[in-house]
T-cell receptor, first 110, second 115 residues
Framework: AQSVTQLGSHVSVSEGALVLLRCNYSSSVPPYLFWYVQYPNQGLQLLLKYTSAATLVKGINGFEAEFKKSETSFHLTKPSAHMSDAAEYFCAVSVNDMRFGAGTRLTVKP | DAGVIQSPRHEVTEMGQEVTLRCKPISGHNSLFWYRQTMMRGLELLIYFNNNVPIDDSGMPEDRFSAKMPNASFSTLKIQPSEPRDSAVYFC?????????????FGQGTRLTVV
């Protein structure tokens, strides 16, 4: 069965600093991977997805993620954090159904 | 399209009562998922349907939980009887089809409090 592990339940960065949220996956078949963002009292919104077309995937709001098969990783990055990026971020892996990681809460300090 | 629509947004009920959560998926989507989110357990997949047929309900925690999808535009998740530990946010999501490439679109969730 497929699964994802998000390293770090809480990440805090200063405004303008690099954002790095870590995700490692486990799958017996080539995986499809996703990052979602959840703002308070909202549902999850898709940030980006990897479907094997390209290993570097660009998403909305300046986020991108790189699929590294050798490291079984799909880390999410953004060069410069903005206050509005404060939210919870979920990595997910899909074969037939979609399984989510535990989430990482991103705090952005002014 | 209005997206995935869930109702109610908030539900407060007494222990022992029956609770029904409702979901309208995006038109044209063939797959529907029910998730539960809590601080302790994160986002758990409870059950999913494809073409109105339940495919996997192994995530349903107990027999008190049941889900139906009578047609392509409506699904319910029922808890009978409800217990305080069922308090959580319940999300419905839909996707074009099962299969790895298709992302899920989420509703706003129903926040259930059982007192």
């Amino acid at each position: 069965a497929q699964s994802v592990t998000q390293l770090g339940s809480h990440v805090s960065v200063s405004e303008g600093a690099l954002v790095l949220l870590r995700c490692n996956y486990s799958s017996s078949v080539p995986p499809y991977l996703f990052w979602y963002v959840q703002y308070p009292n909202q549902g999850l919104q898709l940030l980006l997805k990897y479907t094997s077309a390209a290993t570097l995937v660009k998403g909305i709001n300046g986020f991108e993620a790189e699929f590294k098969k050798s490291e079984t990783s799909f880390h999410l990055t953004k060069p410069s954090a903005h206050m509005s990026d404060a939210a919870e971020y979920f990595c997910a892996v899909s074969v037939n159904d979609m399984r989510f990681g535990a989430g990482t809460r991103l705090t952005v300090k002014p | 399209d209005a997206g995935v629509i869930q109702s109610p947004r908030h539900e407060v009920t007494e222990m022992g009562q029956e609770v029904t959560l409702r979901c309208k998926p995006i038109s044209g989507h063939n797959s529907l998922f029910w998730y539960r989110q809590t601080m302790m357990r994160g986002l758990e997949l409870l059950i999913y349907f494809n073409n109105n047929v339940p495919i996997d309900d192994s995530g349903m925690p107990e027999d008190r939980f049941s889900a139906k999808m009578p047609n392509a535009s409506f699904s319910t998740l029922k808890i009978q009887p409800s217990e305080p530990r069922d308090s959580a946010v319940y999300f419905c999501a839909s996707s074009l089809d099962l299969g790895a490439r298709t992302e899920a679109f989420f509703g706003q969730g129903t926040r259930l409090t059982v007192v």
